[in-house]
């Protein structure tokens, strides 16, 4: 198989992929709700494997000490991720308080790194940065519970679908250069040499 011909094939999977993720995108967006217990779901069994890796971790380093902090870690992990499978929409409303307060502590933050890099002109959009990430745990704070319903889907859905459209708009470009090459005759690289 030629590198154009492994090339075509790699750039037309990344298609197909930035595809579904822009349609798995505006689903998300259109049915916020689903999408949200998908992360809520998923947020959930990521916290029972970190709460068996913990228990697993505690046990085989138990010889070094901490053996029951790291068991205790392991059964928080455990009890908050049953707790989130068996309960997905107080998961969801806690998910939701967890995002406020992320987007807070990130809008603090941002002012604080504005004001350090004041004399750079750039520093404005650590401004606004810092700006939209208040708005946003204001009205998202301001409307909980109501807001859980379709504040973690939606975002999950634009992460997506953004995400989505930047793989698209690489692998277009991927896709052009790929057909630029196949244009262009072969040559060896780098001046040839004549030995007389």
């Not at 590198?3 to 995108?25: C, H, K, P, Q, Y």
């Not at 806690?94 to 603090?108: G, N």
Request: proline fraction near 4%.
């Amino acid at each position: 198989m030629s590198a154009n011909t492994e090339i075509n094939r790699e750039v037309g999977w990344s298609i197909a992929l930035s595809v579904l993720m822009i349609v798995a995108g505006v689903l998300a967006i259109i049915v916020p709700p689903a999408s949200g217990i998908a992360v809520t779901i998923l947020v959930g069994w990521l916290l029972l494997f970190c709460g068996g890796a913990y228990l697993a971790y505690a046990w085989q380093t138990r010889r070094g000490g901490g053996l029951w902090w790291g068991m205790l870690l392991g059964i928080i992990y455990l009890v908050a991720g049953g707790y989130i499978l068996l309960h997905p929409m107080a998961g969801l409303a806690s998910l939701t308080l967890v995002l406020v307060a992320y987007l807070l502590l990130e809008s603090i933050l941002e002012f604080i790194l504005a004001c350090q890099l004041r004399p750079l002109t750039e520093s404005g959009w650590l401004v606004l940065d810092g700006m939209v990430a208040l708005v946003l745990a204001i009205m998202i704070g301001w409307t909980w519970p109501s807001s859980t319903r379709w504040v973690i889907g939606t975002l999950a859905g634009i992460g997506m679908l953004f995400g989505g459209f930047t793989r698209l708009m690489l692998s277009l470009t991927a896709h052009r250069m790929a057909h630029a090459f196949q244009a262009v005759p072969e040559r060896g690289c780098g001046p040839t040499l004549k030995i007389n």
